[in-house]
């Protein structure tokens, strides 16, 4: 179990920032902007609830954890297009999962 949510929130800062994203920190997660598209990034060892609202939002996590991160928002069916990013102690990362909204 990892203990250092600091080292994934970096990872997550760092994969937006190599994608040309602007990043503004909004406490759990940051916003990204890039000409027209805002995404909500959140660093997500756990999830307790899916956010409410967001036109899209992507939540990095450990490579291991995706499956459980995928389920959870799927039970939530939230109203947003959602991506789901894995990385793991390399750096390496691949988005695993993407919802678009119904």
Same mark, same amino acid.
């Given at each position: 179990? @990892?203990a250092?949510t #600091?080292? *994934?929130? %970096? #990872?997550?800062q760092s !994969?937006?920032?190599? &994608?040309?994203? =602007? &990043? =503004?920190?909004?406490?759990?997660?940051? *916003?990204?902007? @890039? #000409?027209w598209r +805002?995404?909500?990034?959140?660093?997500?060892t $756990?999830l307790?609830?899916a956010p409410?609202s967001?036109d899209?939002?992507?939540?990095?996590t450990? =490579?291991e954890?995706? $499956?459980? *991160?995928?389920?959870? &928002?799927?039970? $939530?069916d939230?109203?947003?297009?959602?991506? !789901?990013?894995? +990385?793991?102690d390399?750096?390496?990362? %691949?988005?695993?999962r993407?919802?678009?909204?119904?």
């Open positions: 179990m @990892r250092v #600091k080292h *994934l929130d %970096e #990872k997550a !994969i937006f920032a190599d &994608l040309g994203y =602007t &990043l =503004t920190d909004r406490g759990e997660e940051y *916003l990204a902007e @890039r #000409k +805002v995404v909500h990034v959140t660093p997500a $756990a307790e609830e409410e967001g899209y939002r992507c939540f990095v450990w =490579t954890a995706v $499956a459980d *991160l995928e389920a959870r &928002l799927e039970s $939530a939230p109203d947003y297009e959602w991506a !789901i990013i894995g +990385v793991d390399d750096g390496d990362y %691949e988005v695993a993407r919802q678009s909204a119904a």
